[in-house]
């Protein structure tokens, strides 16, 4: 069997895949049109979350060896 080729925009979207199995992302909103954003805003988008198990399952597909970033 050949390898298998990872999804280029997942890679870049994901951060991890943790060791029990759930993939961590980044959140949105923190890309551009900064100033009008406050705060306490941004310092709650800055940490990471989990995608929702509903998605985990593709995400970890298009990742076929887990590595991420």
Do not use: D
Request: charged share 30%.
């Amino acid at each position: 069997m050949p390898k298998l080729k990872t999804h280029s925009a997942t890679k870049k979207r994901v951060l991890k895949i943790t060791k029990s199995g759930k993939v961590k992302r980044a959140r949105a909103y923190r890309s551009h049109i900064l100033n009008k954003k406050p705060t306490k805003r941004m310092r709650h988008l800055r940490g990471p979350v989990y995608a929702a198990e509903s998605n985990a399952g593709n995400l970890k597909k298009l990742l076929p060896y887990g590595v991420a970033k």
